[in-house]
């Protein structure tokens, strides 16, 4: 009976080891941040874009629809749509520290609050969109998409870490 | 969650205190469990599963040494495999990051690796996790049975996120068995409220100062601002974490736990060695009888004493953070008390006791350089400040803080020696024995209305050692 305690025990113990070993993969697979460059990670990301229904926008761009400075952040990369009547749009941001990621997750949402508002009526292939849209946070990179391909652009993201 | 929230103060611990008192005694531990795991999991919902995972992991190991007493060989490799797992998954949250930039920096290579943040307390809660192994492996305890009592000792909310490191000999009994009564909750929250008036009031204001200052390049203060400022970090750092320290012993006092102090007025040390025997003495006393002891301790020959206390030092150092100013003051720490015991610590024994506290504070002060400082260099530069390297001996907006803030200063001088808490009796009323008069009652309602004053409308500050 003893015997056959202790062995409950040993192998318990390496079992859980084994979880844990397990567990710590899957959180470098789907929660990790990156000792990776802005750059490196922007130049993936926008390998994977649309270009020719995602457009570049400047500085301005961006505070004008998210009230974000550019230059409060390590690097910034933002696409949208020129048409007023998508909804498409891809942002990238490399936070300088943890206390950002509060203030943009906030103004993502904030953003998609006020386009929801925009397509809700007149153009529900749009809002749909927004209500699917993809918001990942990785360390200091914050990564958001809304778009038909989200998932693909997710996608290059997480692999760009 | 934050012990100095109001989310905490209005809404998790009344509700937790009504079930544990209401419960009968058999369901105060799993009560008190699962406002635990609640309570880690507020703040970190993905590591909750780390901390679960660790626990019964030390549960398994606890017992497979305990079922392997008889064979010594085999013990101790079951013991080694133990403490092996645990420092290695402390190490790798902690310390690879580290590792691979010093890696980076000193070879011509750029390794690209995926950062996890630290998760909140796993310093604390594994190196409880360690006592409990090597004191079962040296038969000072028996494992628990229970796993939800060994799971309660390991994540119990008020002492999990940032101490005291509570031995389990130390509390092993009171897992069973302990006293809960009404006194004992009013002792406790009388402990809390001091410590919640140190952190809110005092720890955040002299933080703000050291901010202010800290924010001026190191080359362009003057002698008398990075005193200052330096001075600030010193209070800031003692009244957040004694104050943090004695939020969790009125907490453990309210739940029917004694835990150990862990701060007895570090700043009146009148030596280096008198300081770490006030300052985080849970930590200490950890790395005395878990490295400094097995190491050989001072039953050795002079030669070996230094190392082991310089392996102990920079270990401290390198408990506190992934980072080389740590290392650097904890070998700061590790020569300091080498001198006091070989060199100087005679001397210093003859001198004057104003002069022998002037000497403790001021190499006091010149290690929380390194410990504030983000590099050597900063540290390096800032000291440079502090002995007239800097912008000249004094500038006027220094001598403005201090004229705005003389009573803060008061205060935290006041709250860092026996005075304070002697003051404080004396305008309670109250005895050394704890009988609490309608006045006391008054004056620690008063302390919890201004911290919570101070909480609503200050901005979020967490404690400083949530980092570690």
Excluded at chain 1, 119 to 127: I, S, V
Excluded at chain 2, 33 to 60: D, H, T
Aim: charged share 15%; with cysteine; proline share 3%.
């Amino acid at each position: 009976m003893t015997e056959r305690r202790v062995g409950v025990a040993e192998v318990m113990k390496y079992v859980i080891f084994a979880v844990i070993i397990g567990y710590v993969v899957l959180l470098l697979m789907f929660t990790s941040g990156s000792s990776r460059s802005f750059d490196e990670v922007a130049d993936s990301v926008r390998g994977a874009l649309d270009t020719e229904t995602l457009t570049e926008m400047n500085d301005q761009a961006l505070k004008r629809n998210f009230g974000l400075n550019s230059a409060d952040y390590d690097g910034v990369l933002y696409y949208a749509a020129e048409s007023s009547m998508s909804a498409e749009e891809v942002l990238l941001i490399k936070v300088k520290s943890d206390d950002q990621v509060q203030e943009v997750t906030d103004a993502l949402n904030e953003r998609i609050e006020t386009r929801l508002d925009a397509f809700e009526g007149y153009a529900p292939e749009e809002a749909k969109k927004l209500e699917n849209a993809n918001q990942s946070v990785r360390g200091e990179f914050i990564f958001f998409a809304v778009s038909s391909q989200a998932e693909d652009y997710r996608a290059a993201f997480d692999r760009s870490l | 969650m934050l012990f100095s929230s109001v989310t905490f103060l209005f809404l998790f611990l009344p509700v937790v205190l009504a079930v544990y008192y209401i419960v009968p005694d058999k369901g105060k531990n799993p009560v008190l469990l699962a406002a635990s795991i609640l309570f880690y999991a507020w703040g970190e919902p993905v590591y909750v599963v780390l901390m679960i995972l660790s626990i019964i992991l030390n549960y398994f190991c606890g017992r497979d040494i305990d079922q392997k007493a008889d064979d010594p060989a085999k013990a101790k490799r079951s013991m080694i495999f133990a403490v092996a797992v645990n420092v290695l998954i402390l190490g790798f949250f902690k310390y690879y990051g580290f590792l691979l930039d010093t890696l980076n920096s000193v070879l011509p290579s750029d390794i690209p690796y995926r950062e996890l943040p630290l998760p909140i307390g796993i310093s604390f809660y594994t190196f409880q996790s360690l006592s409990y192994i090597v004191d079962i492996y040296r038969k000072n305890v028996k494992p628990q049975n229970n796993i939800l009592y060994f799971a309660l000792y390991i994540s119990m909310f008020p002492q999990l996120i940032a101490g005291p490191i509570v031995r389990y000999i130390d509390i092993e009994e009171q897992l069973v068995k302990r006293r809960i009564s009404a006194v004992r909750l009013g002792q406790g929250a009388m402990i809390f409220i001091r410590g919640l008036a140190k952190k809110v009031i005092l720890a955040n204001m002299t933080g703000e100062i050291f901010e202010q200052i800290s924010a001026v390049s190191a080359s362009r203060l003057s002698v008398v601002a990075a005193w200052l400022g330096c001075i600030s970090y010193a209070f800031q750092i003692y009244f957040d974490f004694s104050g943090y320290s004695d939020m969790a012993v009125g907490l453990g006092k309210m739940f029917g736990f004694e835990f150990r102090k862990n701060f007895d007025y570090p700043y009146i040390s009148q030596s280096i060695s008198e300081f770490w025997r006030r300052w985080h003495i849970s930590l200490s006393t950890w790395f005395r009888e878990y490295v400094y002891i097995p190491l050989g301790g001072n039953r050795c020959s002079a030669a070996r004493n230094i190392i082991n206390l310089m392996i102990v030092w920079t270990l401290t150092g390198m408990w506190h953070g992934a980072a080389w100013n740590f290392i650097a003051w904890g070998l700061y720490y590790g020569v300091l008390l080498v001198m006091e015991k070989y060199v100087w610590g005679a001397a210093v024994d003859r001198l004057p006791k104003a002069v022998r506290h002037i000497y403790a504070l001021v190499l006091v002060m010149i290690g929380w350089v390194f410990f504030f400082s983000p590099s050597i260099g900063y540290a390096l530069r800032y000291l440079a400040a502090m002995f007239g390297g800097g912008a000249g001996l004094a500038d006027s907006g220094t001598w403005f803080i201090i004229l705005s803030h003389w009573l803060l200063y008061l205060l935290a001088v006041l709250g860092s020696t026996k005075a304070g808490y002697a003051l404080l009796r004396a305008v309670t009323g109250s005895s050394a024995r704890g009988r609490v008069s309608v006045s006391t009652i008054i004056v620690y309602f008063g302390m919890f209305f201004i911290a919570v004053a101070f909480l609503v409308t200050d901005t979020f500050n967490p404690f400083l050692y949530f980092r570690f």
